[in-house]
């Protein structure tokens, strides 16, 4: 009798079946993602990192690359375009974690509710006032008179130290045009010609070199997070190493393997950076060294839930 | 004295005056009728409000994440905050100079070369191969190559705009002309007309409706180009905003960005059918 009527549904009503077999597949797909991605087969398998390529990433890069110790985590780095990318690659699951711009992170980390996201470390690189002319411009110093430069903000610590360097170095900063924009939005826009130079942060300077931009004017003796436009606790940040859905066992040795990095001798380091950013090693050797640093109290208290910290 | 009577020939100056507000005012009506006819009808409201409910109650209830799918009600909400706080007014009216310049370009320049093509032999054989040629390349694929060439100011952005819409508005202008039907030529050299007459009072009229349909698919391609070249270049129009909401995880302003350009879109798509309807009335009842 059953199979009379199994036969009737089949013969007589396709659309039934069709819409049966439709939601069978698709409920099978969700459970095959869904086993794929269990917290338990992490820790077997190399984790995925997303990154976009700059030498900012130097611990990624070291750590990926560094073969001893079987307390080490293996990882799978992947490059993206923007951190925006590699946040939504986060997000469905693409990778198990990614670095994500400060300005970026709050938004993402509300995004997901469920995955939580959290936060893991942090990549960190001096301050510095820095000047990155566009690379199809051939100015001095004193040229910039008229030129469009990109500032973070009027009250920025960087734009007072750079007048003031200006000044003793013969140039009007009044005569200079500027328009303010996140320290985030300076190197697209360096890139989309948008602006002739930009005054930014250490790190985005050695980003914006890496592009083939031109650094004019350095100074590293500007003390981070004396001026609201970039508090202290993010001054020095560049990217937060976001994860998703990982046990803490993954999280702890995966911070573990990348504060090791620091203690890397800085030749080398430079040298994996140089292998994988295509950048030669003379030229990174004018720049400080990204490092790897674990969520303090500090940055903790501020982004609560979405900390991560081995007490979890 | 004499001017003066030129000038008011009823000896009321006013009466030229409420006529042209009344005629305005009628071309207004009639043309929101038509725009807004199949928009505000109880058809169109028994599938869109439904849509619209179960959009609103599917993320309230966390069947869906919210902070993923926005509600109707929250990108209302950010609509009028982008109006206020974010200059959007400032980035729509960025994107309709560029939408309008590469445009007007392509249309300027697409429809002159359709006419010709499709009139001439001898312009035809020269110049058809090189477009059928051209046009099977994807205008995104136009991008790498236009960065190379005018950098990711303007021109390129103009240039990529014209790419999207000329190839639709010539080739349609073209084939609306060479199938001219050969009755109405004939008719119109028996009363001595002369080439240029017959091109302007027979061949574009004739071909007046597929230009349109042409422009209106220029609309829709010029549109998907501005957006593509905002993305890469400048930091105003609404694919920029689009692109910096993705960039920086709002999801809501990326919807909303989405709607005002499917309103423009349709804006423009609805202003080309009041053109058609008073130039091409003869192919309405088709």
Known sequence: MGQVMAAWVIVRRPAVVAGLLITLLVLGGCFRSDSGKSPGTQATRPLRVAYIGSPMAAPLFVAAASRGGADRQPLDLLQFKTSGDAGYALLWGEVDA??????????????????????????????????????????????LAGRTVAAEGEDCGLWHQFKTDARRLGLDPERIRTVYMPFEDMVPSLEAKTVDAILTKGSYGVIGESLGHKILYQNWDVAAGTDECCPAILAQTVYFLVVRRLDDETVARLVQTLEATGQEKLDEVRGIVSKQTGISE????????????????????????HAWSPRQ | MESETMSRPNGNNSDYGAK??????????????????????VEFATVLVPLLIIWEVLPRSGVVPETLVPTPSKIVATFWQMLIEHDLPHHIGASLVRFFLGFSIALLTAFPIGVLMGWNVFVRKHCLPMFQILAPVPPPAWVPITIVALGVGLPMQVFLIFLGAFYPILFNTYQGVKDTDP?????????????FT????VYVWHALGLVIMGIKIGIVLGLVMLIISEMYGGRSGIGYLLVESKEYFNIDRMVVCMIVLGALGWFLIEIMKYVELKLAIWRIGR
Not at chain 1, 112 to 138: C, E, H, M
């Open chain 2, 183 to 195: 009755r109405y030529l004939a008719s119109a050299r028996v009363f001595g007309a002369s080439e």
């Open chain 2, 198 to 201: 017959l091109i302007r009072s």
């Open chain 1, 282 to 305: 003379k030229r990174l050797a004018h720049f400080p060294v990204a490092t790897f640093s674990a969520v303090t109290d500090e940055l903790g208290s501020l982004l609560k839930d």
């Open chain 2, 20 to 41: 042209g507000w009344n005629l305005i005012y009628r071309e207004l009506k009639a043309f929101l009728k038509g725009a807004l006819g199949s928009v505000i009808s």
């Open chain 1, 98 to 143: 990614a670095l994500i711009e400060p300005l970026k992170t709050p938004n993402l980390l509300q995004t997901s509710k469920f995955p939580p996201l959290k936060v893991a470390g942090t990549i960190q690189f001096p301050y510095g006032a820095t000047l990155v002319l566009r690379k199809d411009l051939s100015l001095r110093f004193g040229e």
